[in-house]
T-cell receptor, first 114, second 115 residues
Framework: AQSVTQLGSHVSVSEGALVLLRCNYS??????LFWYVQYPNQGLQLLLK??????LVKGINGFEAEFKKSETSFHLTKPSAHMSDAAEYFC????????????FGAGTRLFVKA | EAGVAQSPRYKIIEKRQSVAFWCNPI?????LYWYQQILGQGPKLLIQ????????DSQLPKDRFSAERLKGVDSTLKIQPAKLEDSAVYLC?????????????FGPGTRLTVL
């Protein structure tokens, strides 16, 4: 069965610093991988997704993630954090063994310090 | 393009009472999802519709939860009777297709508090 582990329920960075949010997944077949962001009192919004092809995926707001099959990871990065990046981030996986049901991780709350 | 609409945004009820949530997906989206998001956890799929048919309801507590999607558009999720552990945010989402690679568009959610 698929599962998603997000390391660190809270991450704090200074404005301008590198953002790194970690995600490891479990899947026995090629997965589809997603990162969603949730701002306070709003629904989730897709940042980026990996389906097939290029393993480095670029998303909105300067975020990118790299699919590493050997490490079963899909970490999210952004070179320079902005105050507006403060939000909760969810990694998710979907694959054929689960009927393509999307499984979400528990989320990582990102704090950005001025 | 209008987003996914949900109402009400907030609801407080006593345990054993009933409650219903409404969702209007993005026009033309065939697939509609209801998720439960408990504080500190990621969203958990309760039920997935394609048009007005159920694709997956394996995690829906069917003794107390029910959902329908009339005419393949709007959807209602009902809890009857509610328990304390049902306190959560209920998210509705929609997507164009049913495949796992499709982006899901989420509504703002309904925050339910059961006292």
């Amino acid at each position: 069965a698929q599962s998603v582990t997000q390391l660190g329920s809270h991450v704090s960075v200074s404005e301008g610093a590198l953002v790194l949010l970690r995600c490891n997944y479990s899947s026995s077949v090629p997965p589809y991988l997603f990162w969603y962001v949730q701002y306070p009192n709003q629904g989730l919004q897709l940042l980026l997704k990996y389906t097939t092809g290029a393993t480095l995926v670029k998303g909105i707001n300067g975020f990118e993630a790299e699919f590493k099959k050997s490490e079963t990871s899909f970490h999210l990065t952004k070179p320079s954090a902005h105050m507006s990046d403060a939000a909760e981030y969810f990694c998710a996986v979907s694959d054929a063994t689960g009927g393509f049901k999307t499984i979400f991780g528990a989320g990582t709350r990102l704090f950005v310090k001025a | 393009e209008a987003g996914v609409a949900q109402s009400p945004r907030y609801k407080i009820i006593e345990k054993r009472q009933s409650v219903a949530f409404w969702c209007n997906p993005i026009s033309g989206h065939a697939t509609l999802y209801w998720y439960q998001q408990i504080l500190g956890q990621g969203p958990k799929l309760l039920i997935q519709f394609q048009n007005n048919g159920v694709v997956d309801d394996s995690q829906l507590p069917k003794d107390r939860f029910s959902a329908e999607r009339l005419k393949g558009v709007d959807s209602t999720l009902k809890i009857q009777p509610a328990k304390l552990e049902d306190s959560a945010v209920y998210l509705c989402a929609s997507s164009l297709g049913v495949g796992g690679m499709n982006e899901q568009f989420f509504g703002p959610g309904t925050r339910l508090t059961v006292l």
